[in-house]
Nanobody
């Protein structure tokens, strides 16, 4: 059974930082992409960041502030979030699969972890 287990969410003041992690089990994603989406209240799930074969992709809204990295051996992906803004508040979902750049193409999802940024 494939699972993506997320951790690291929480409450932080604007300008602060958080680091999310997502560990895969049940299969390896070493040859696939792993990344992150988020969903704010009243909004659709949107792409945040992803990494596949050493290539990183970021949504324009987080470029320069967020960094995603992977421990390939451990099948774990991280999202380092710096300079957080209240508009970053959302449930963050780990994603994995051949295509993790589109919400409609993701093969596996994590359970989500809440990130709340206060002003």
């Amino acid at each position: 059974q494939v699972q993506l287990v997320e951790s690291g969410g929480g409450l932080v003041q604007a300008g602060g930082s958080l680091r999310l992690s997502c560990a895969a089990s049940g299969r390896t994603f070493r040859n696939d992409g792993m990344g992150w989406f988020r969903q704010a209240p009243g909004k659709e799930r949107e792409f945040v960041a992803a990494r596949k074969w050493g290539i990183t992709s970021y949504a324009n809204s987080v470029k320069g502030r967020f960094t995603t990295s992977r421990d390939i051996v451990r099948d774990t992906v991280y999202l380092q979030m710096n300079s957080l803004k209240p508009e970053d508040t959302a449930v963050y979902y780990c994603a994995a699969g051949a295509d993790v750049l589109s919400v409609n193409s993701v093969s596996y999802w994590g359970q989500g972890t809440q990130v709340t940024v206060s002003s």
